[in-house]
């Protein structure tokens, strides 16, 4: 049963906050929508947007400042927690940047946490399909975008499911989680010590591996604290290159890793999502 947190007129539509008992997850999960004013009268297509480290499905719709474009763009925005909670996991929440609020859009393998750290299914299958059925989505046009962990889910789910986004783009991502320790400490965890799959996650790793999509969109900030240790877009940039992925990847001089970064250029973002989805 989906049930509606709370909801709150914003820019002509409509600001969503949800939770149902996911089948996929075995636990409650919470997920925000942004309808905007045009699904009204139609179905309108769908932006997933993936958060990054400790944020939850609030993040993004409070932070951004995207719902203005949104509904001048006539774009549904849907974001999600970041991992399972309350998991009863004994080290759960021992670590920031691993577990609760960390789930890296993967589905583990390893004990405990394989059974329920599934967020790549929870995303492309069963959140998709709640938005399909409960709210006007259009879905055969969606796209995915996020921010540092979640640009790095944006990416490789991308990536693995073609099929299922038009558009991608991404905020200062996690491009190459093999080489990071964010990443190693995640794969090392939930993935287990086989590197074979760690690369089934990884950006860089699946477009040297032939994975493709049209087109790809990242902004980084020269100021992102986390850029030299744990982003590294170079690895992308040399991936992109080598394969012939189409890729635009802008660094942006002064700009860090906080949501003022994403404020500033999350219109550009959505009217290339707008442009890719409408046309």
Same mark, same amino acid.
């Given at each position: 049963m989906?049930?509606?947190?709370?909801?709150?007129?914003?820019?002509?539509?409509?600001?969503?906050?949800?939770?149902?008992?996911?089948?996929?997850?075995?636990?409650?999960?919470?997920?925000?929508?942004y309808?905007?004013?045009?699904?009204?009268?139609?179905?309108?297509?769908?932006?997933?947007f993936?958060?990054?480290?400790?944020?939850?499905?609030?993040?993004?719709?409070?932070?951004?400042?995207a719902?203005?474009?949104?509904?001048?763009?006539?774009?549904?925005?849907?974001?999600?927690?970041?991992s399972?909670?309350q998991t009863?996991?004994?080290?759960?929440?021992d670590h920031?940047?691993?577990?609760?609020?960390?789930?890296?859009y993967?589905?583990?393998?390893?004990?405990?946490?394989?059974?329920?750290?599934?967020?790549?299914?929870y995303?492309?299958?069963?959140?998709?399909?709640?938005i399909?059925? =409960?709210?006007?989505?259009?879905?055969?046009?969606?796209?995915?975008?996020? =921010?540092?962990?979640?640009? =790095?889910?944006?990416?490789?789910?991308?990536?693995?499911?073609?099929?299922?986004?038009?558009?991608i783009?991404?905020?200062?991502?996690?491009?190459?989680?093999?080489?990071?320790?964010?990443?190693?400490?995640?794969?090392?965890?939930?993935?287990g010590?086989?590197?074979?799959?760690?690369?089934?996650?990884?950006?860089?790793?699946?477009?040297?591996?032939?994975?493709?999509?049209?087109?790809?969109?990242?902004?980084?900030?020269?100021?992102?604290?986390?850029?030299?240790?744990?982003? =590294?877009?170079?690895?992308?940039?040399?991936?992109?290159?080598?394969?012939?992925?189409?890729?635009?990847?802008?660094?942006?001089?002064?700009?860090?890793h906080?949501?003022?970064?994403?404020?500033?250029?999350?219109?550009?973002?959505?009217?290339?999502?707008?442009?890719?989805?409408?046309?």
């Amino acid at each position: 049963m989906l049930e509606t947190r709370n909801q709150h007129a914003c820019f002509g539509g409509i600001q969503g906050f949800y939770q149902h008992p996911s089948a996929i997850i075995g636990l409650p999960m919470r997920f925000s929508v942004y309808q905007p004013p045009q699904a009204k009268d139609h179905a309108v297509p769908v932006l997933f947007f993936l958060a990054g480290l400790t944020c939850t499905e609030e993040t993004f719709m409070i932070k951004a400042g995207a719902q203005r474009y949104a509904a001048e763009y006539g774009l549904m925005l849907v974001s999600m927690d970041t991992s399972p909670r309350q998991t009863g996991i004994a080290e759960e929440t021992d670590h920031w940047d691993f577990g609760a609020g960390a789930g890296f859009y993967l589905d583990a393998t390893t004990e405990p946490w394989c059974k329920f750290y599934r967020m790549e299914s929870y995303v492309t299958e069963e959140l998709r399909d709640i938005i399909i059925q =409960h709210f006007p989505a259009d879905e055969n046009r969606m796209g995915i975008f996020g =921010h540092s962990m979640g640009g =790095h889910g944006a990416l490789t789910l991308a990536l693995r499911y073609p099929e299922l986004y038009r558009s991608i783009s991404a905020f200062a991502p996690i491009c190459a989680p093999m080489r990071c320790p964010w990443g190693q400490k995640a794969f090392r965890n939930y993935l287990g010590e086989n590197q074979e799959n760690w690369q089934l996650y990884d950006a860089a790793a699946l477009i040297k591996d032939g994975r493709k999509v049209p087109d790809l969109l990242v902004d980084q900030g020269l100021n992102d604290q986390f850029m030299t240790e744990q982003l =590294h877009p170079h690895h992308l940039e040399n991936a992109c290159a080598a394969v012939g992925q189409k890729l635009t990847l802008r660094y942006h001089q002064d700009y860090d890793h906080s949501y003022y970064f994403i404020s500033t250029f999350i219109g550009e973002h959505l009217k290339y999502h707008r442009d890719a989805l409408i046309g």
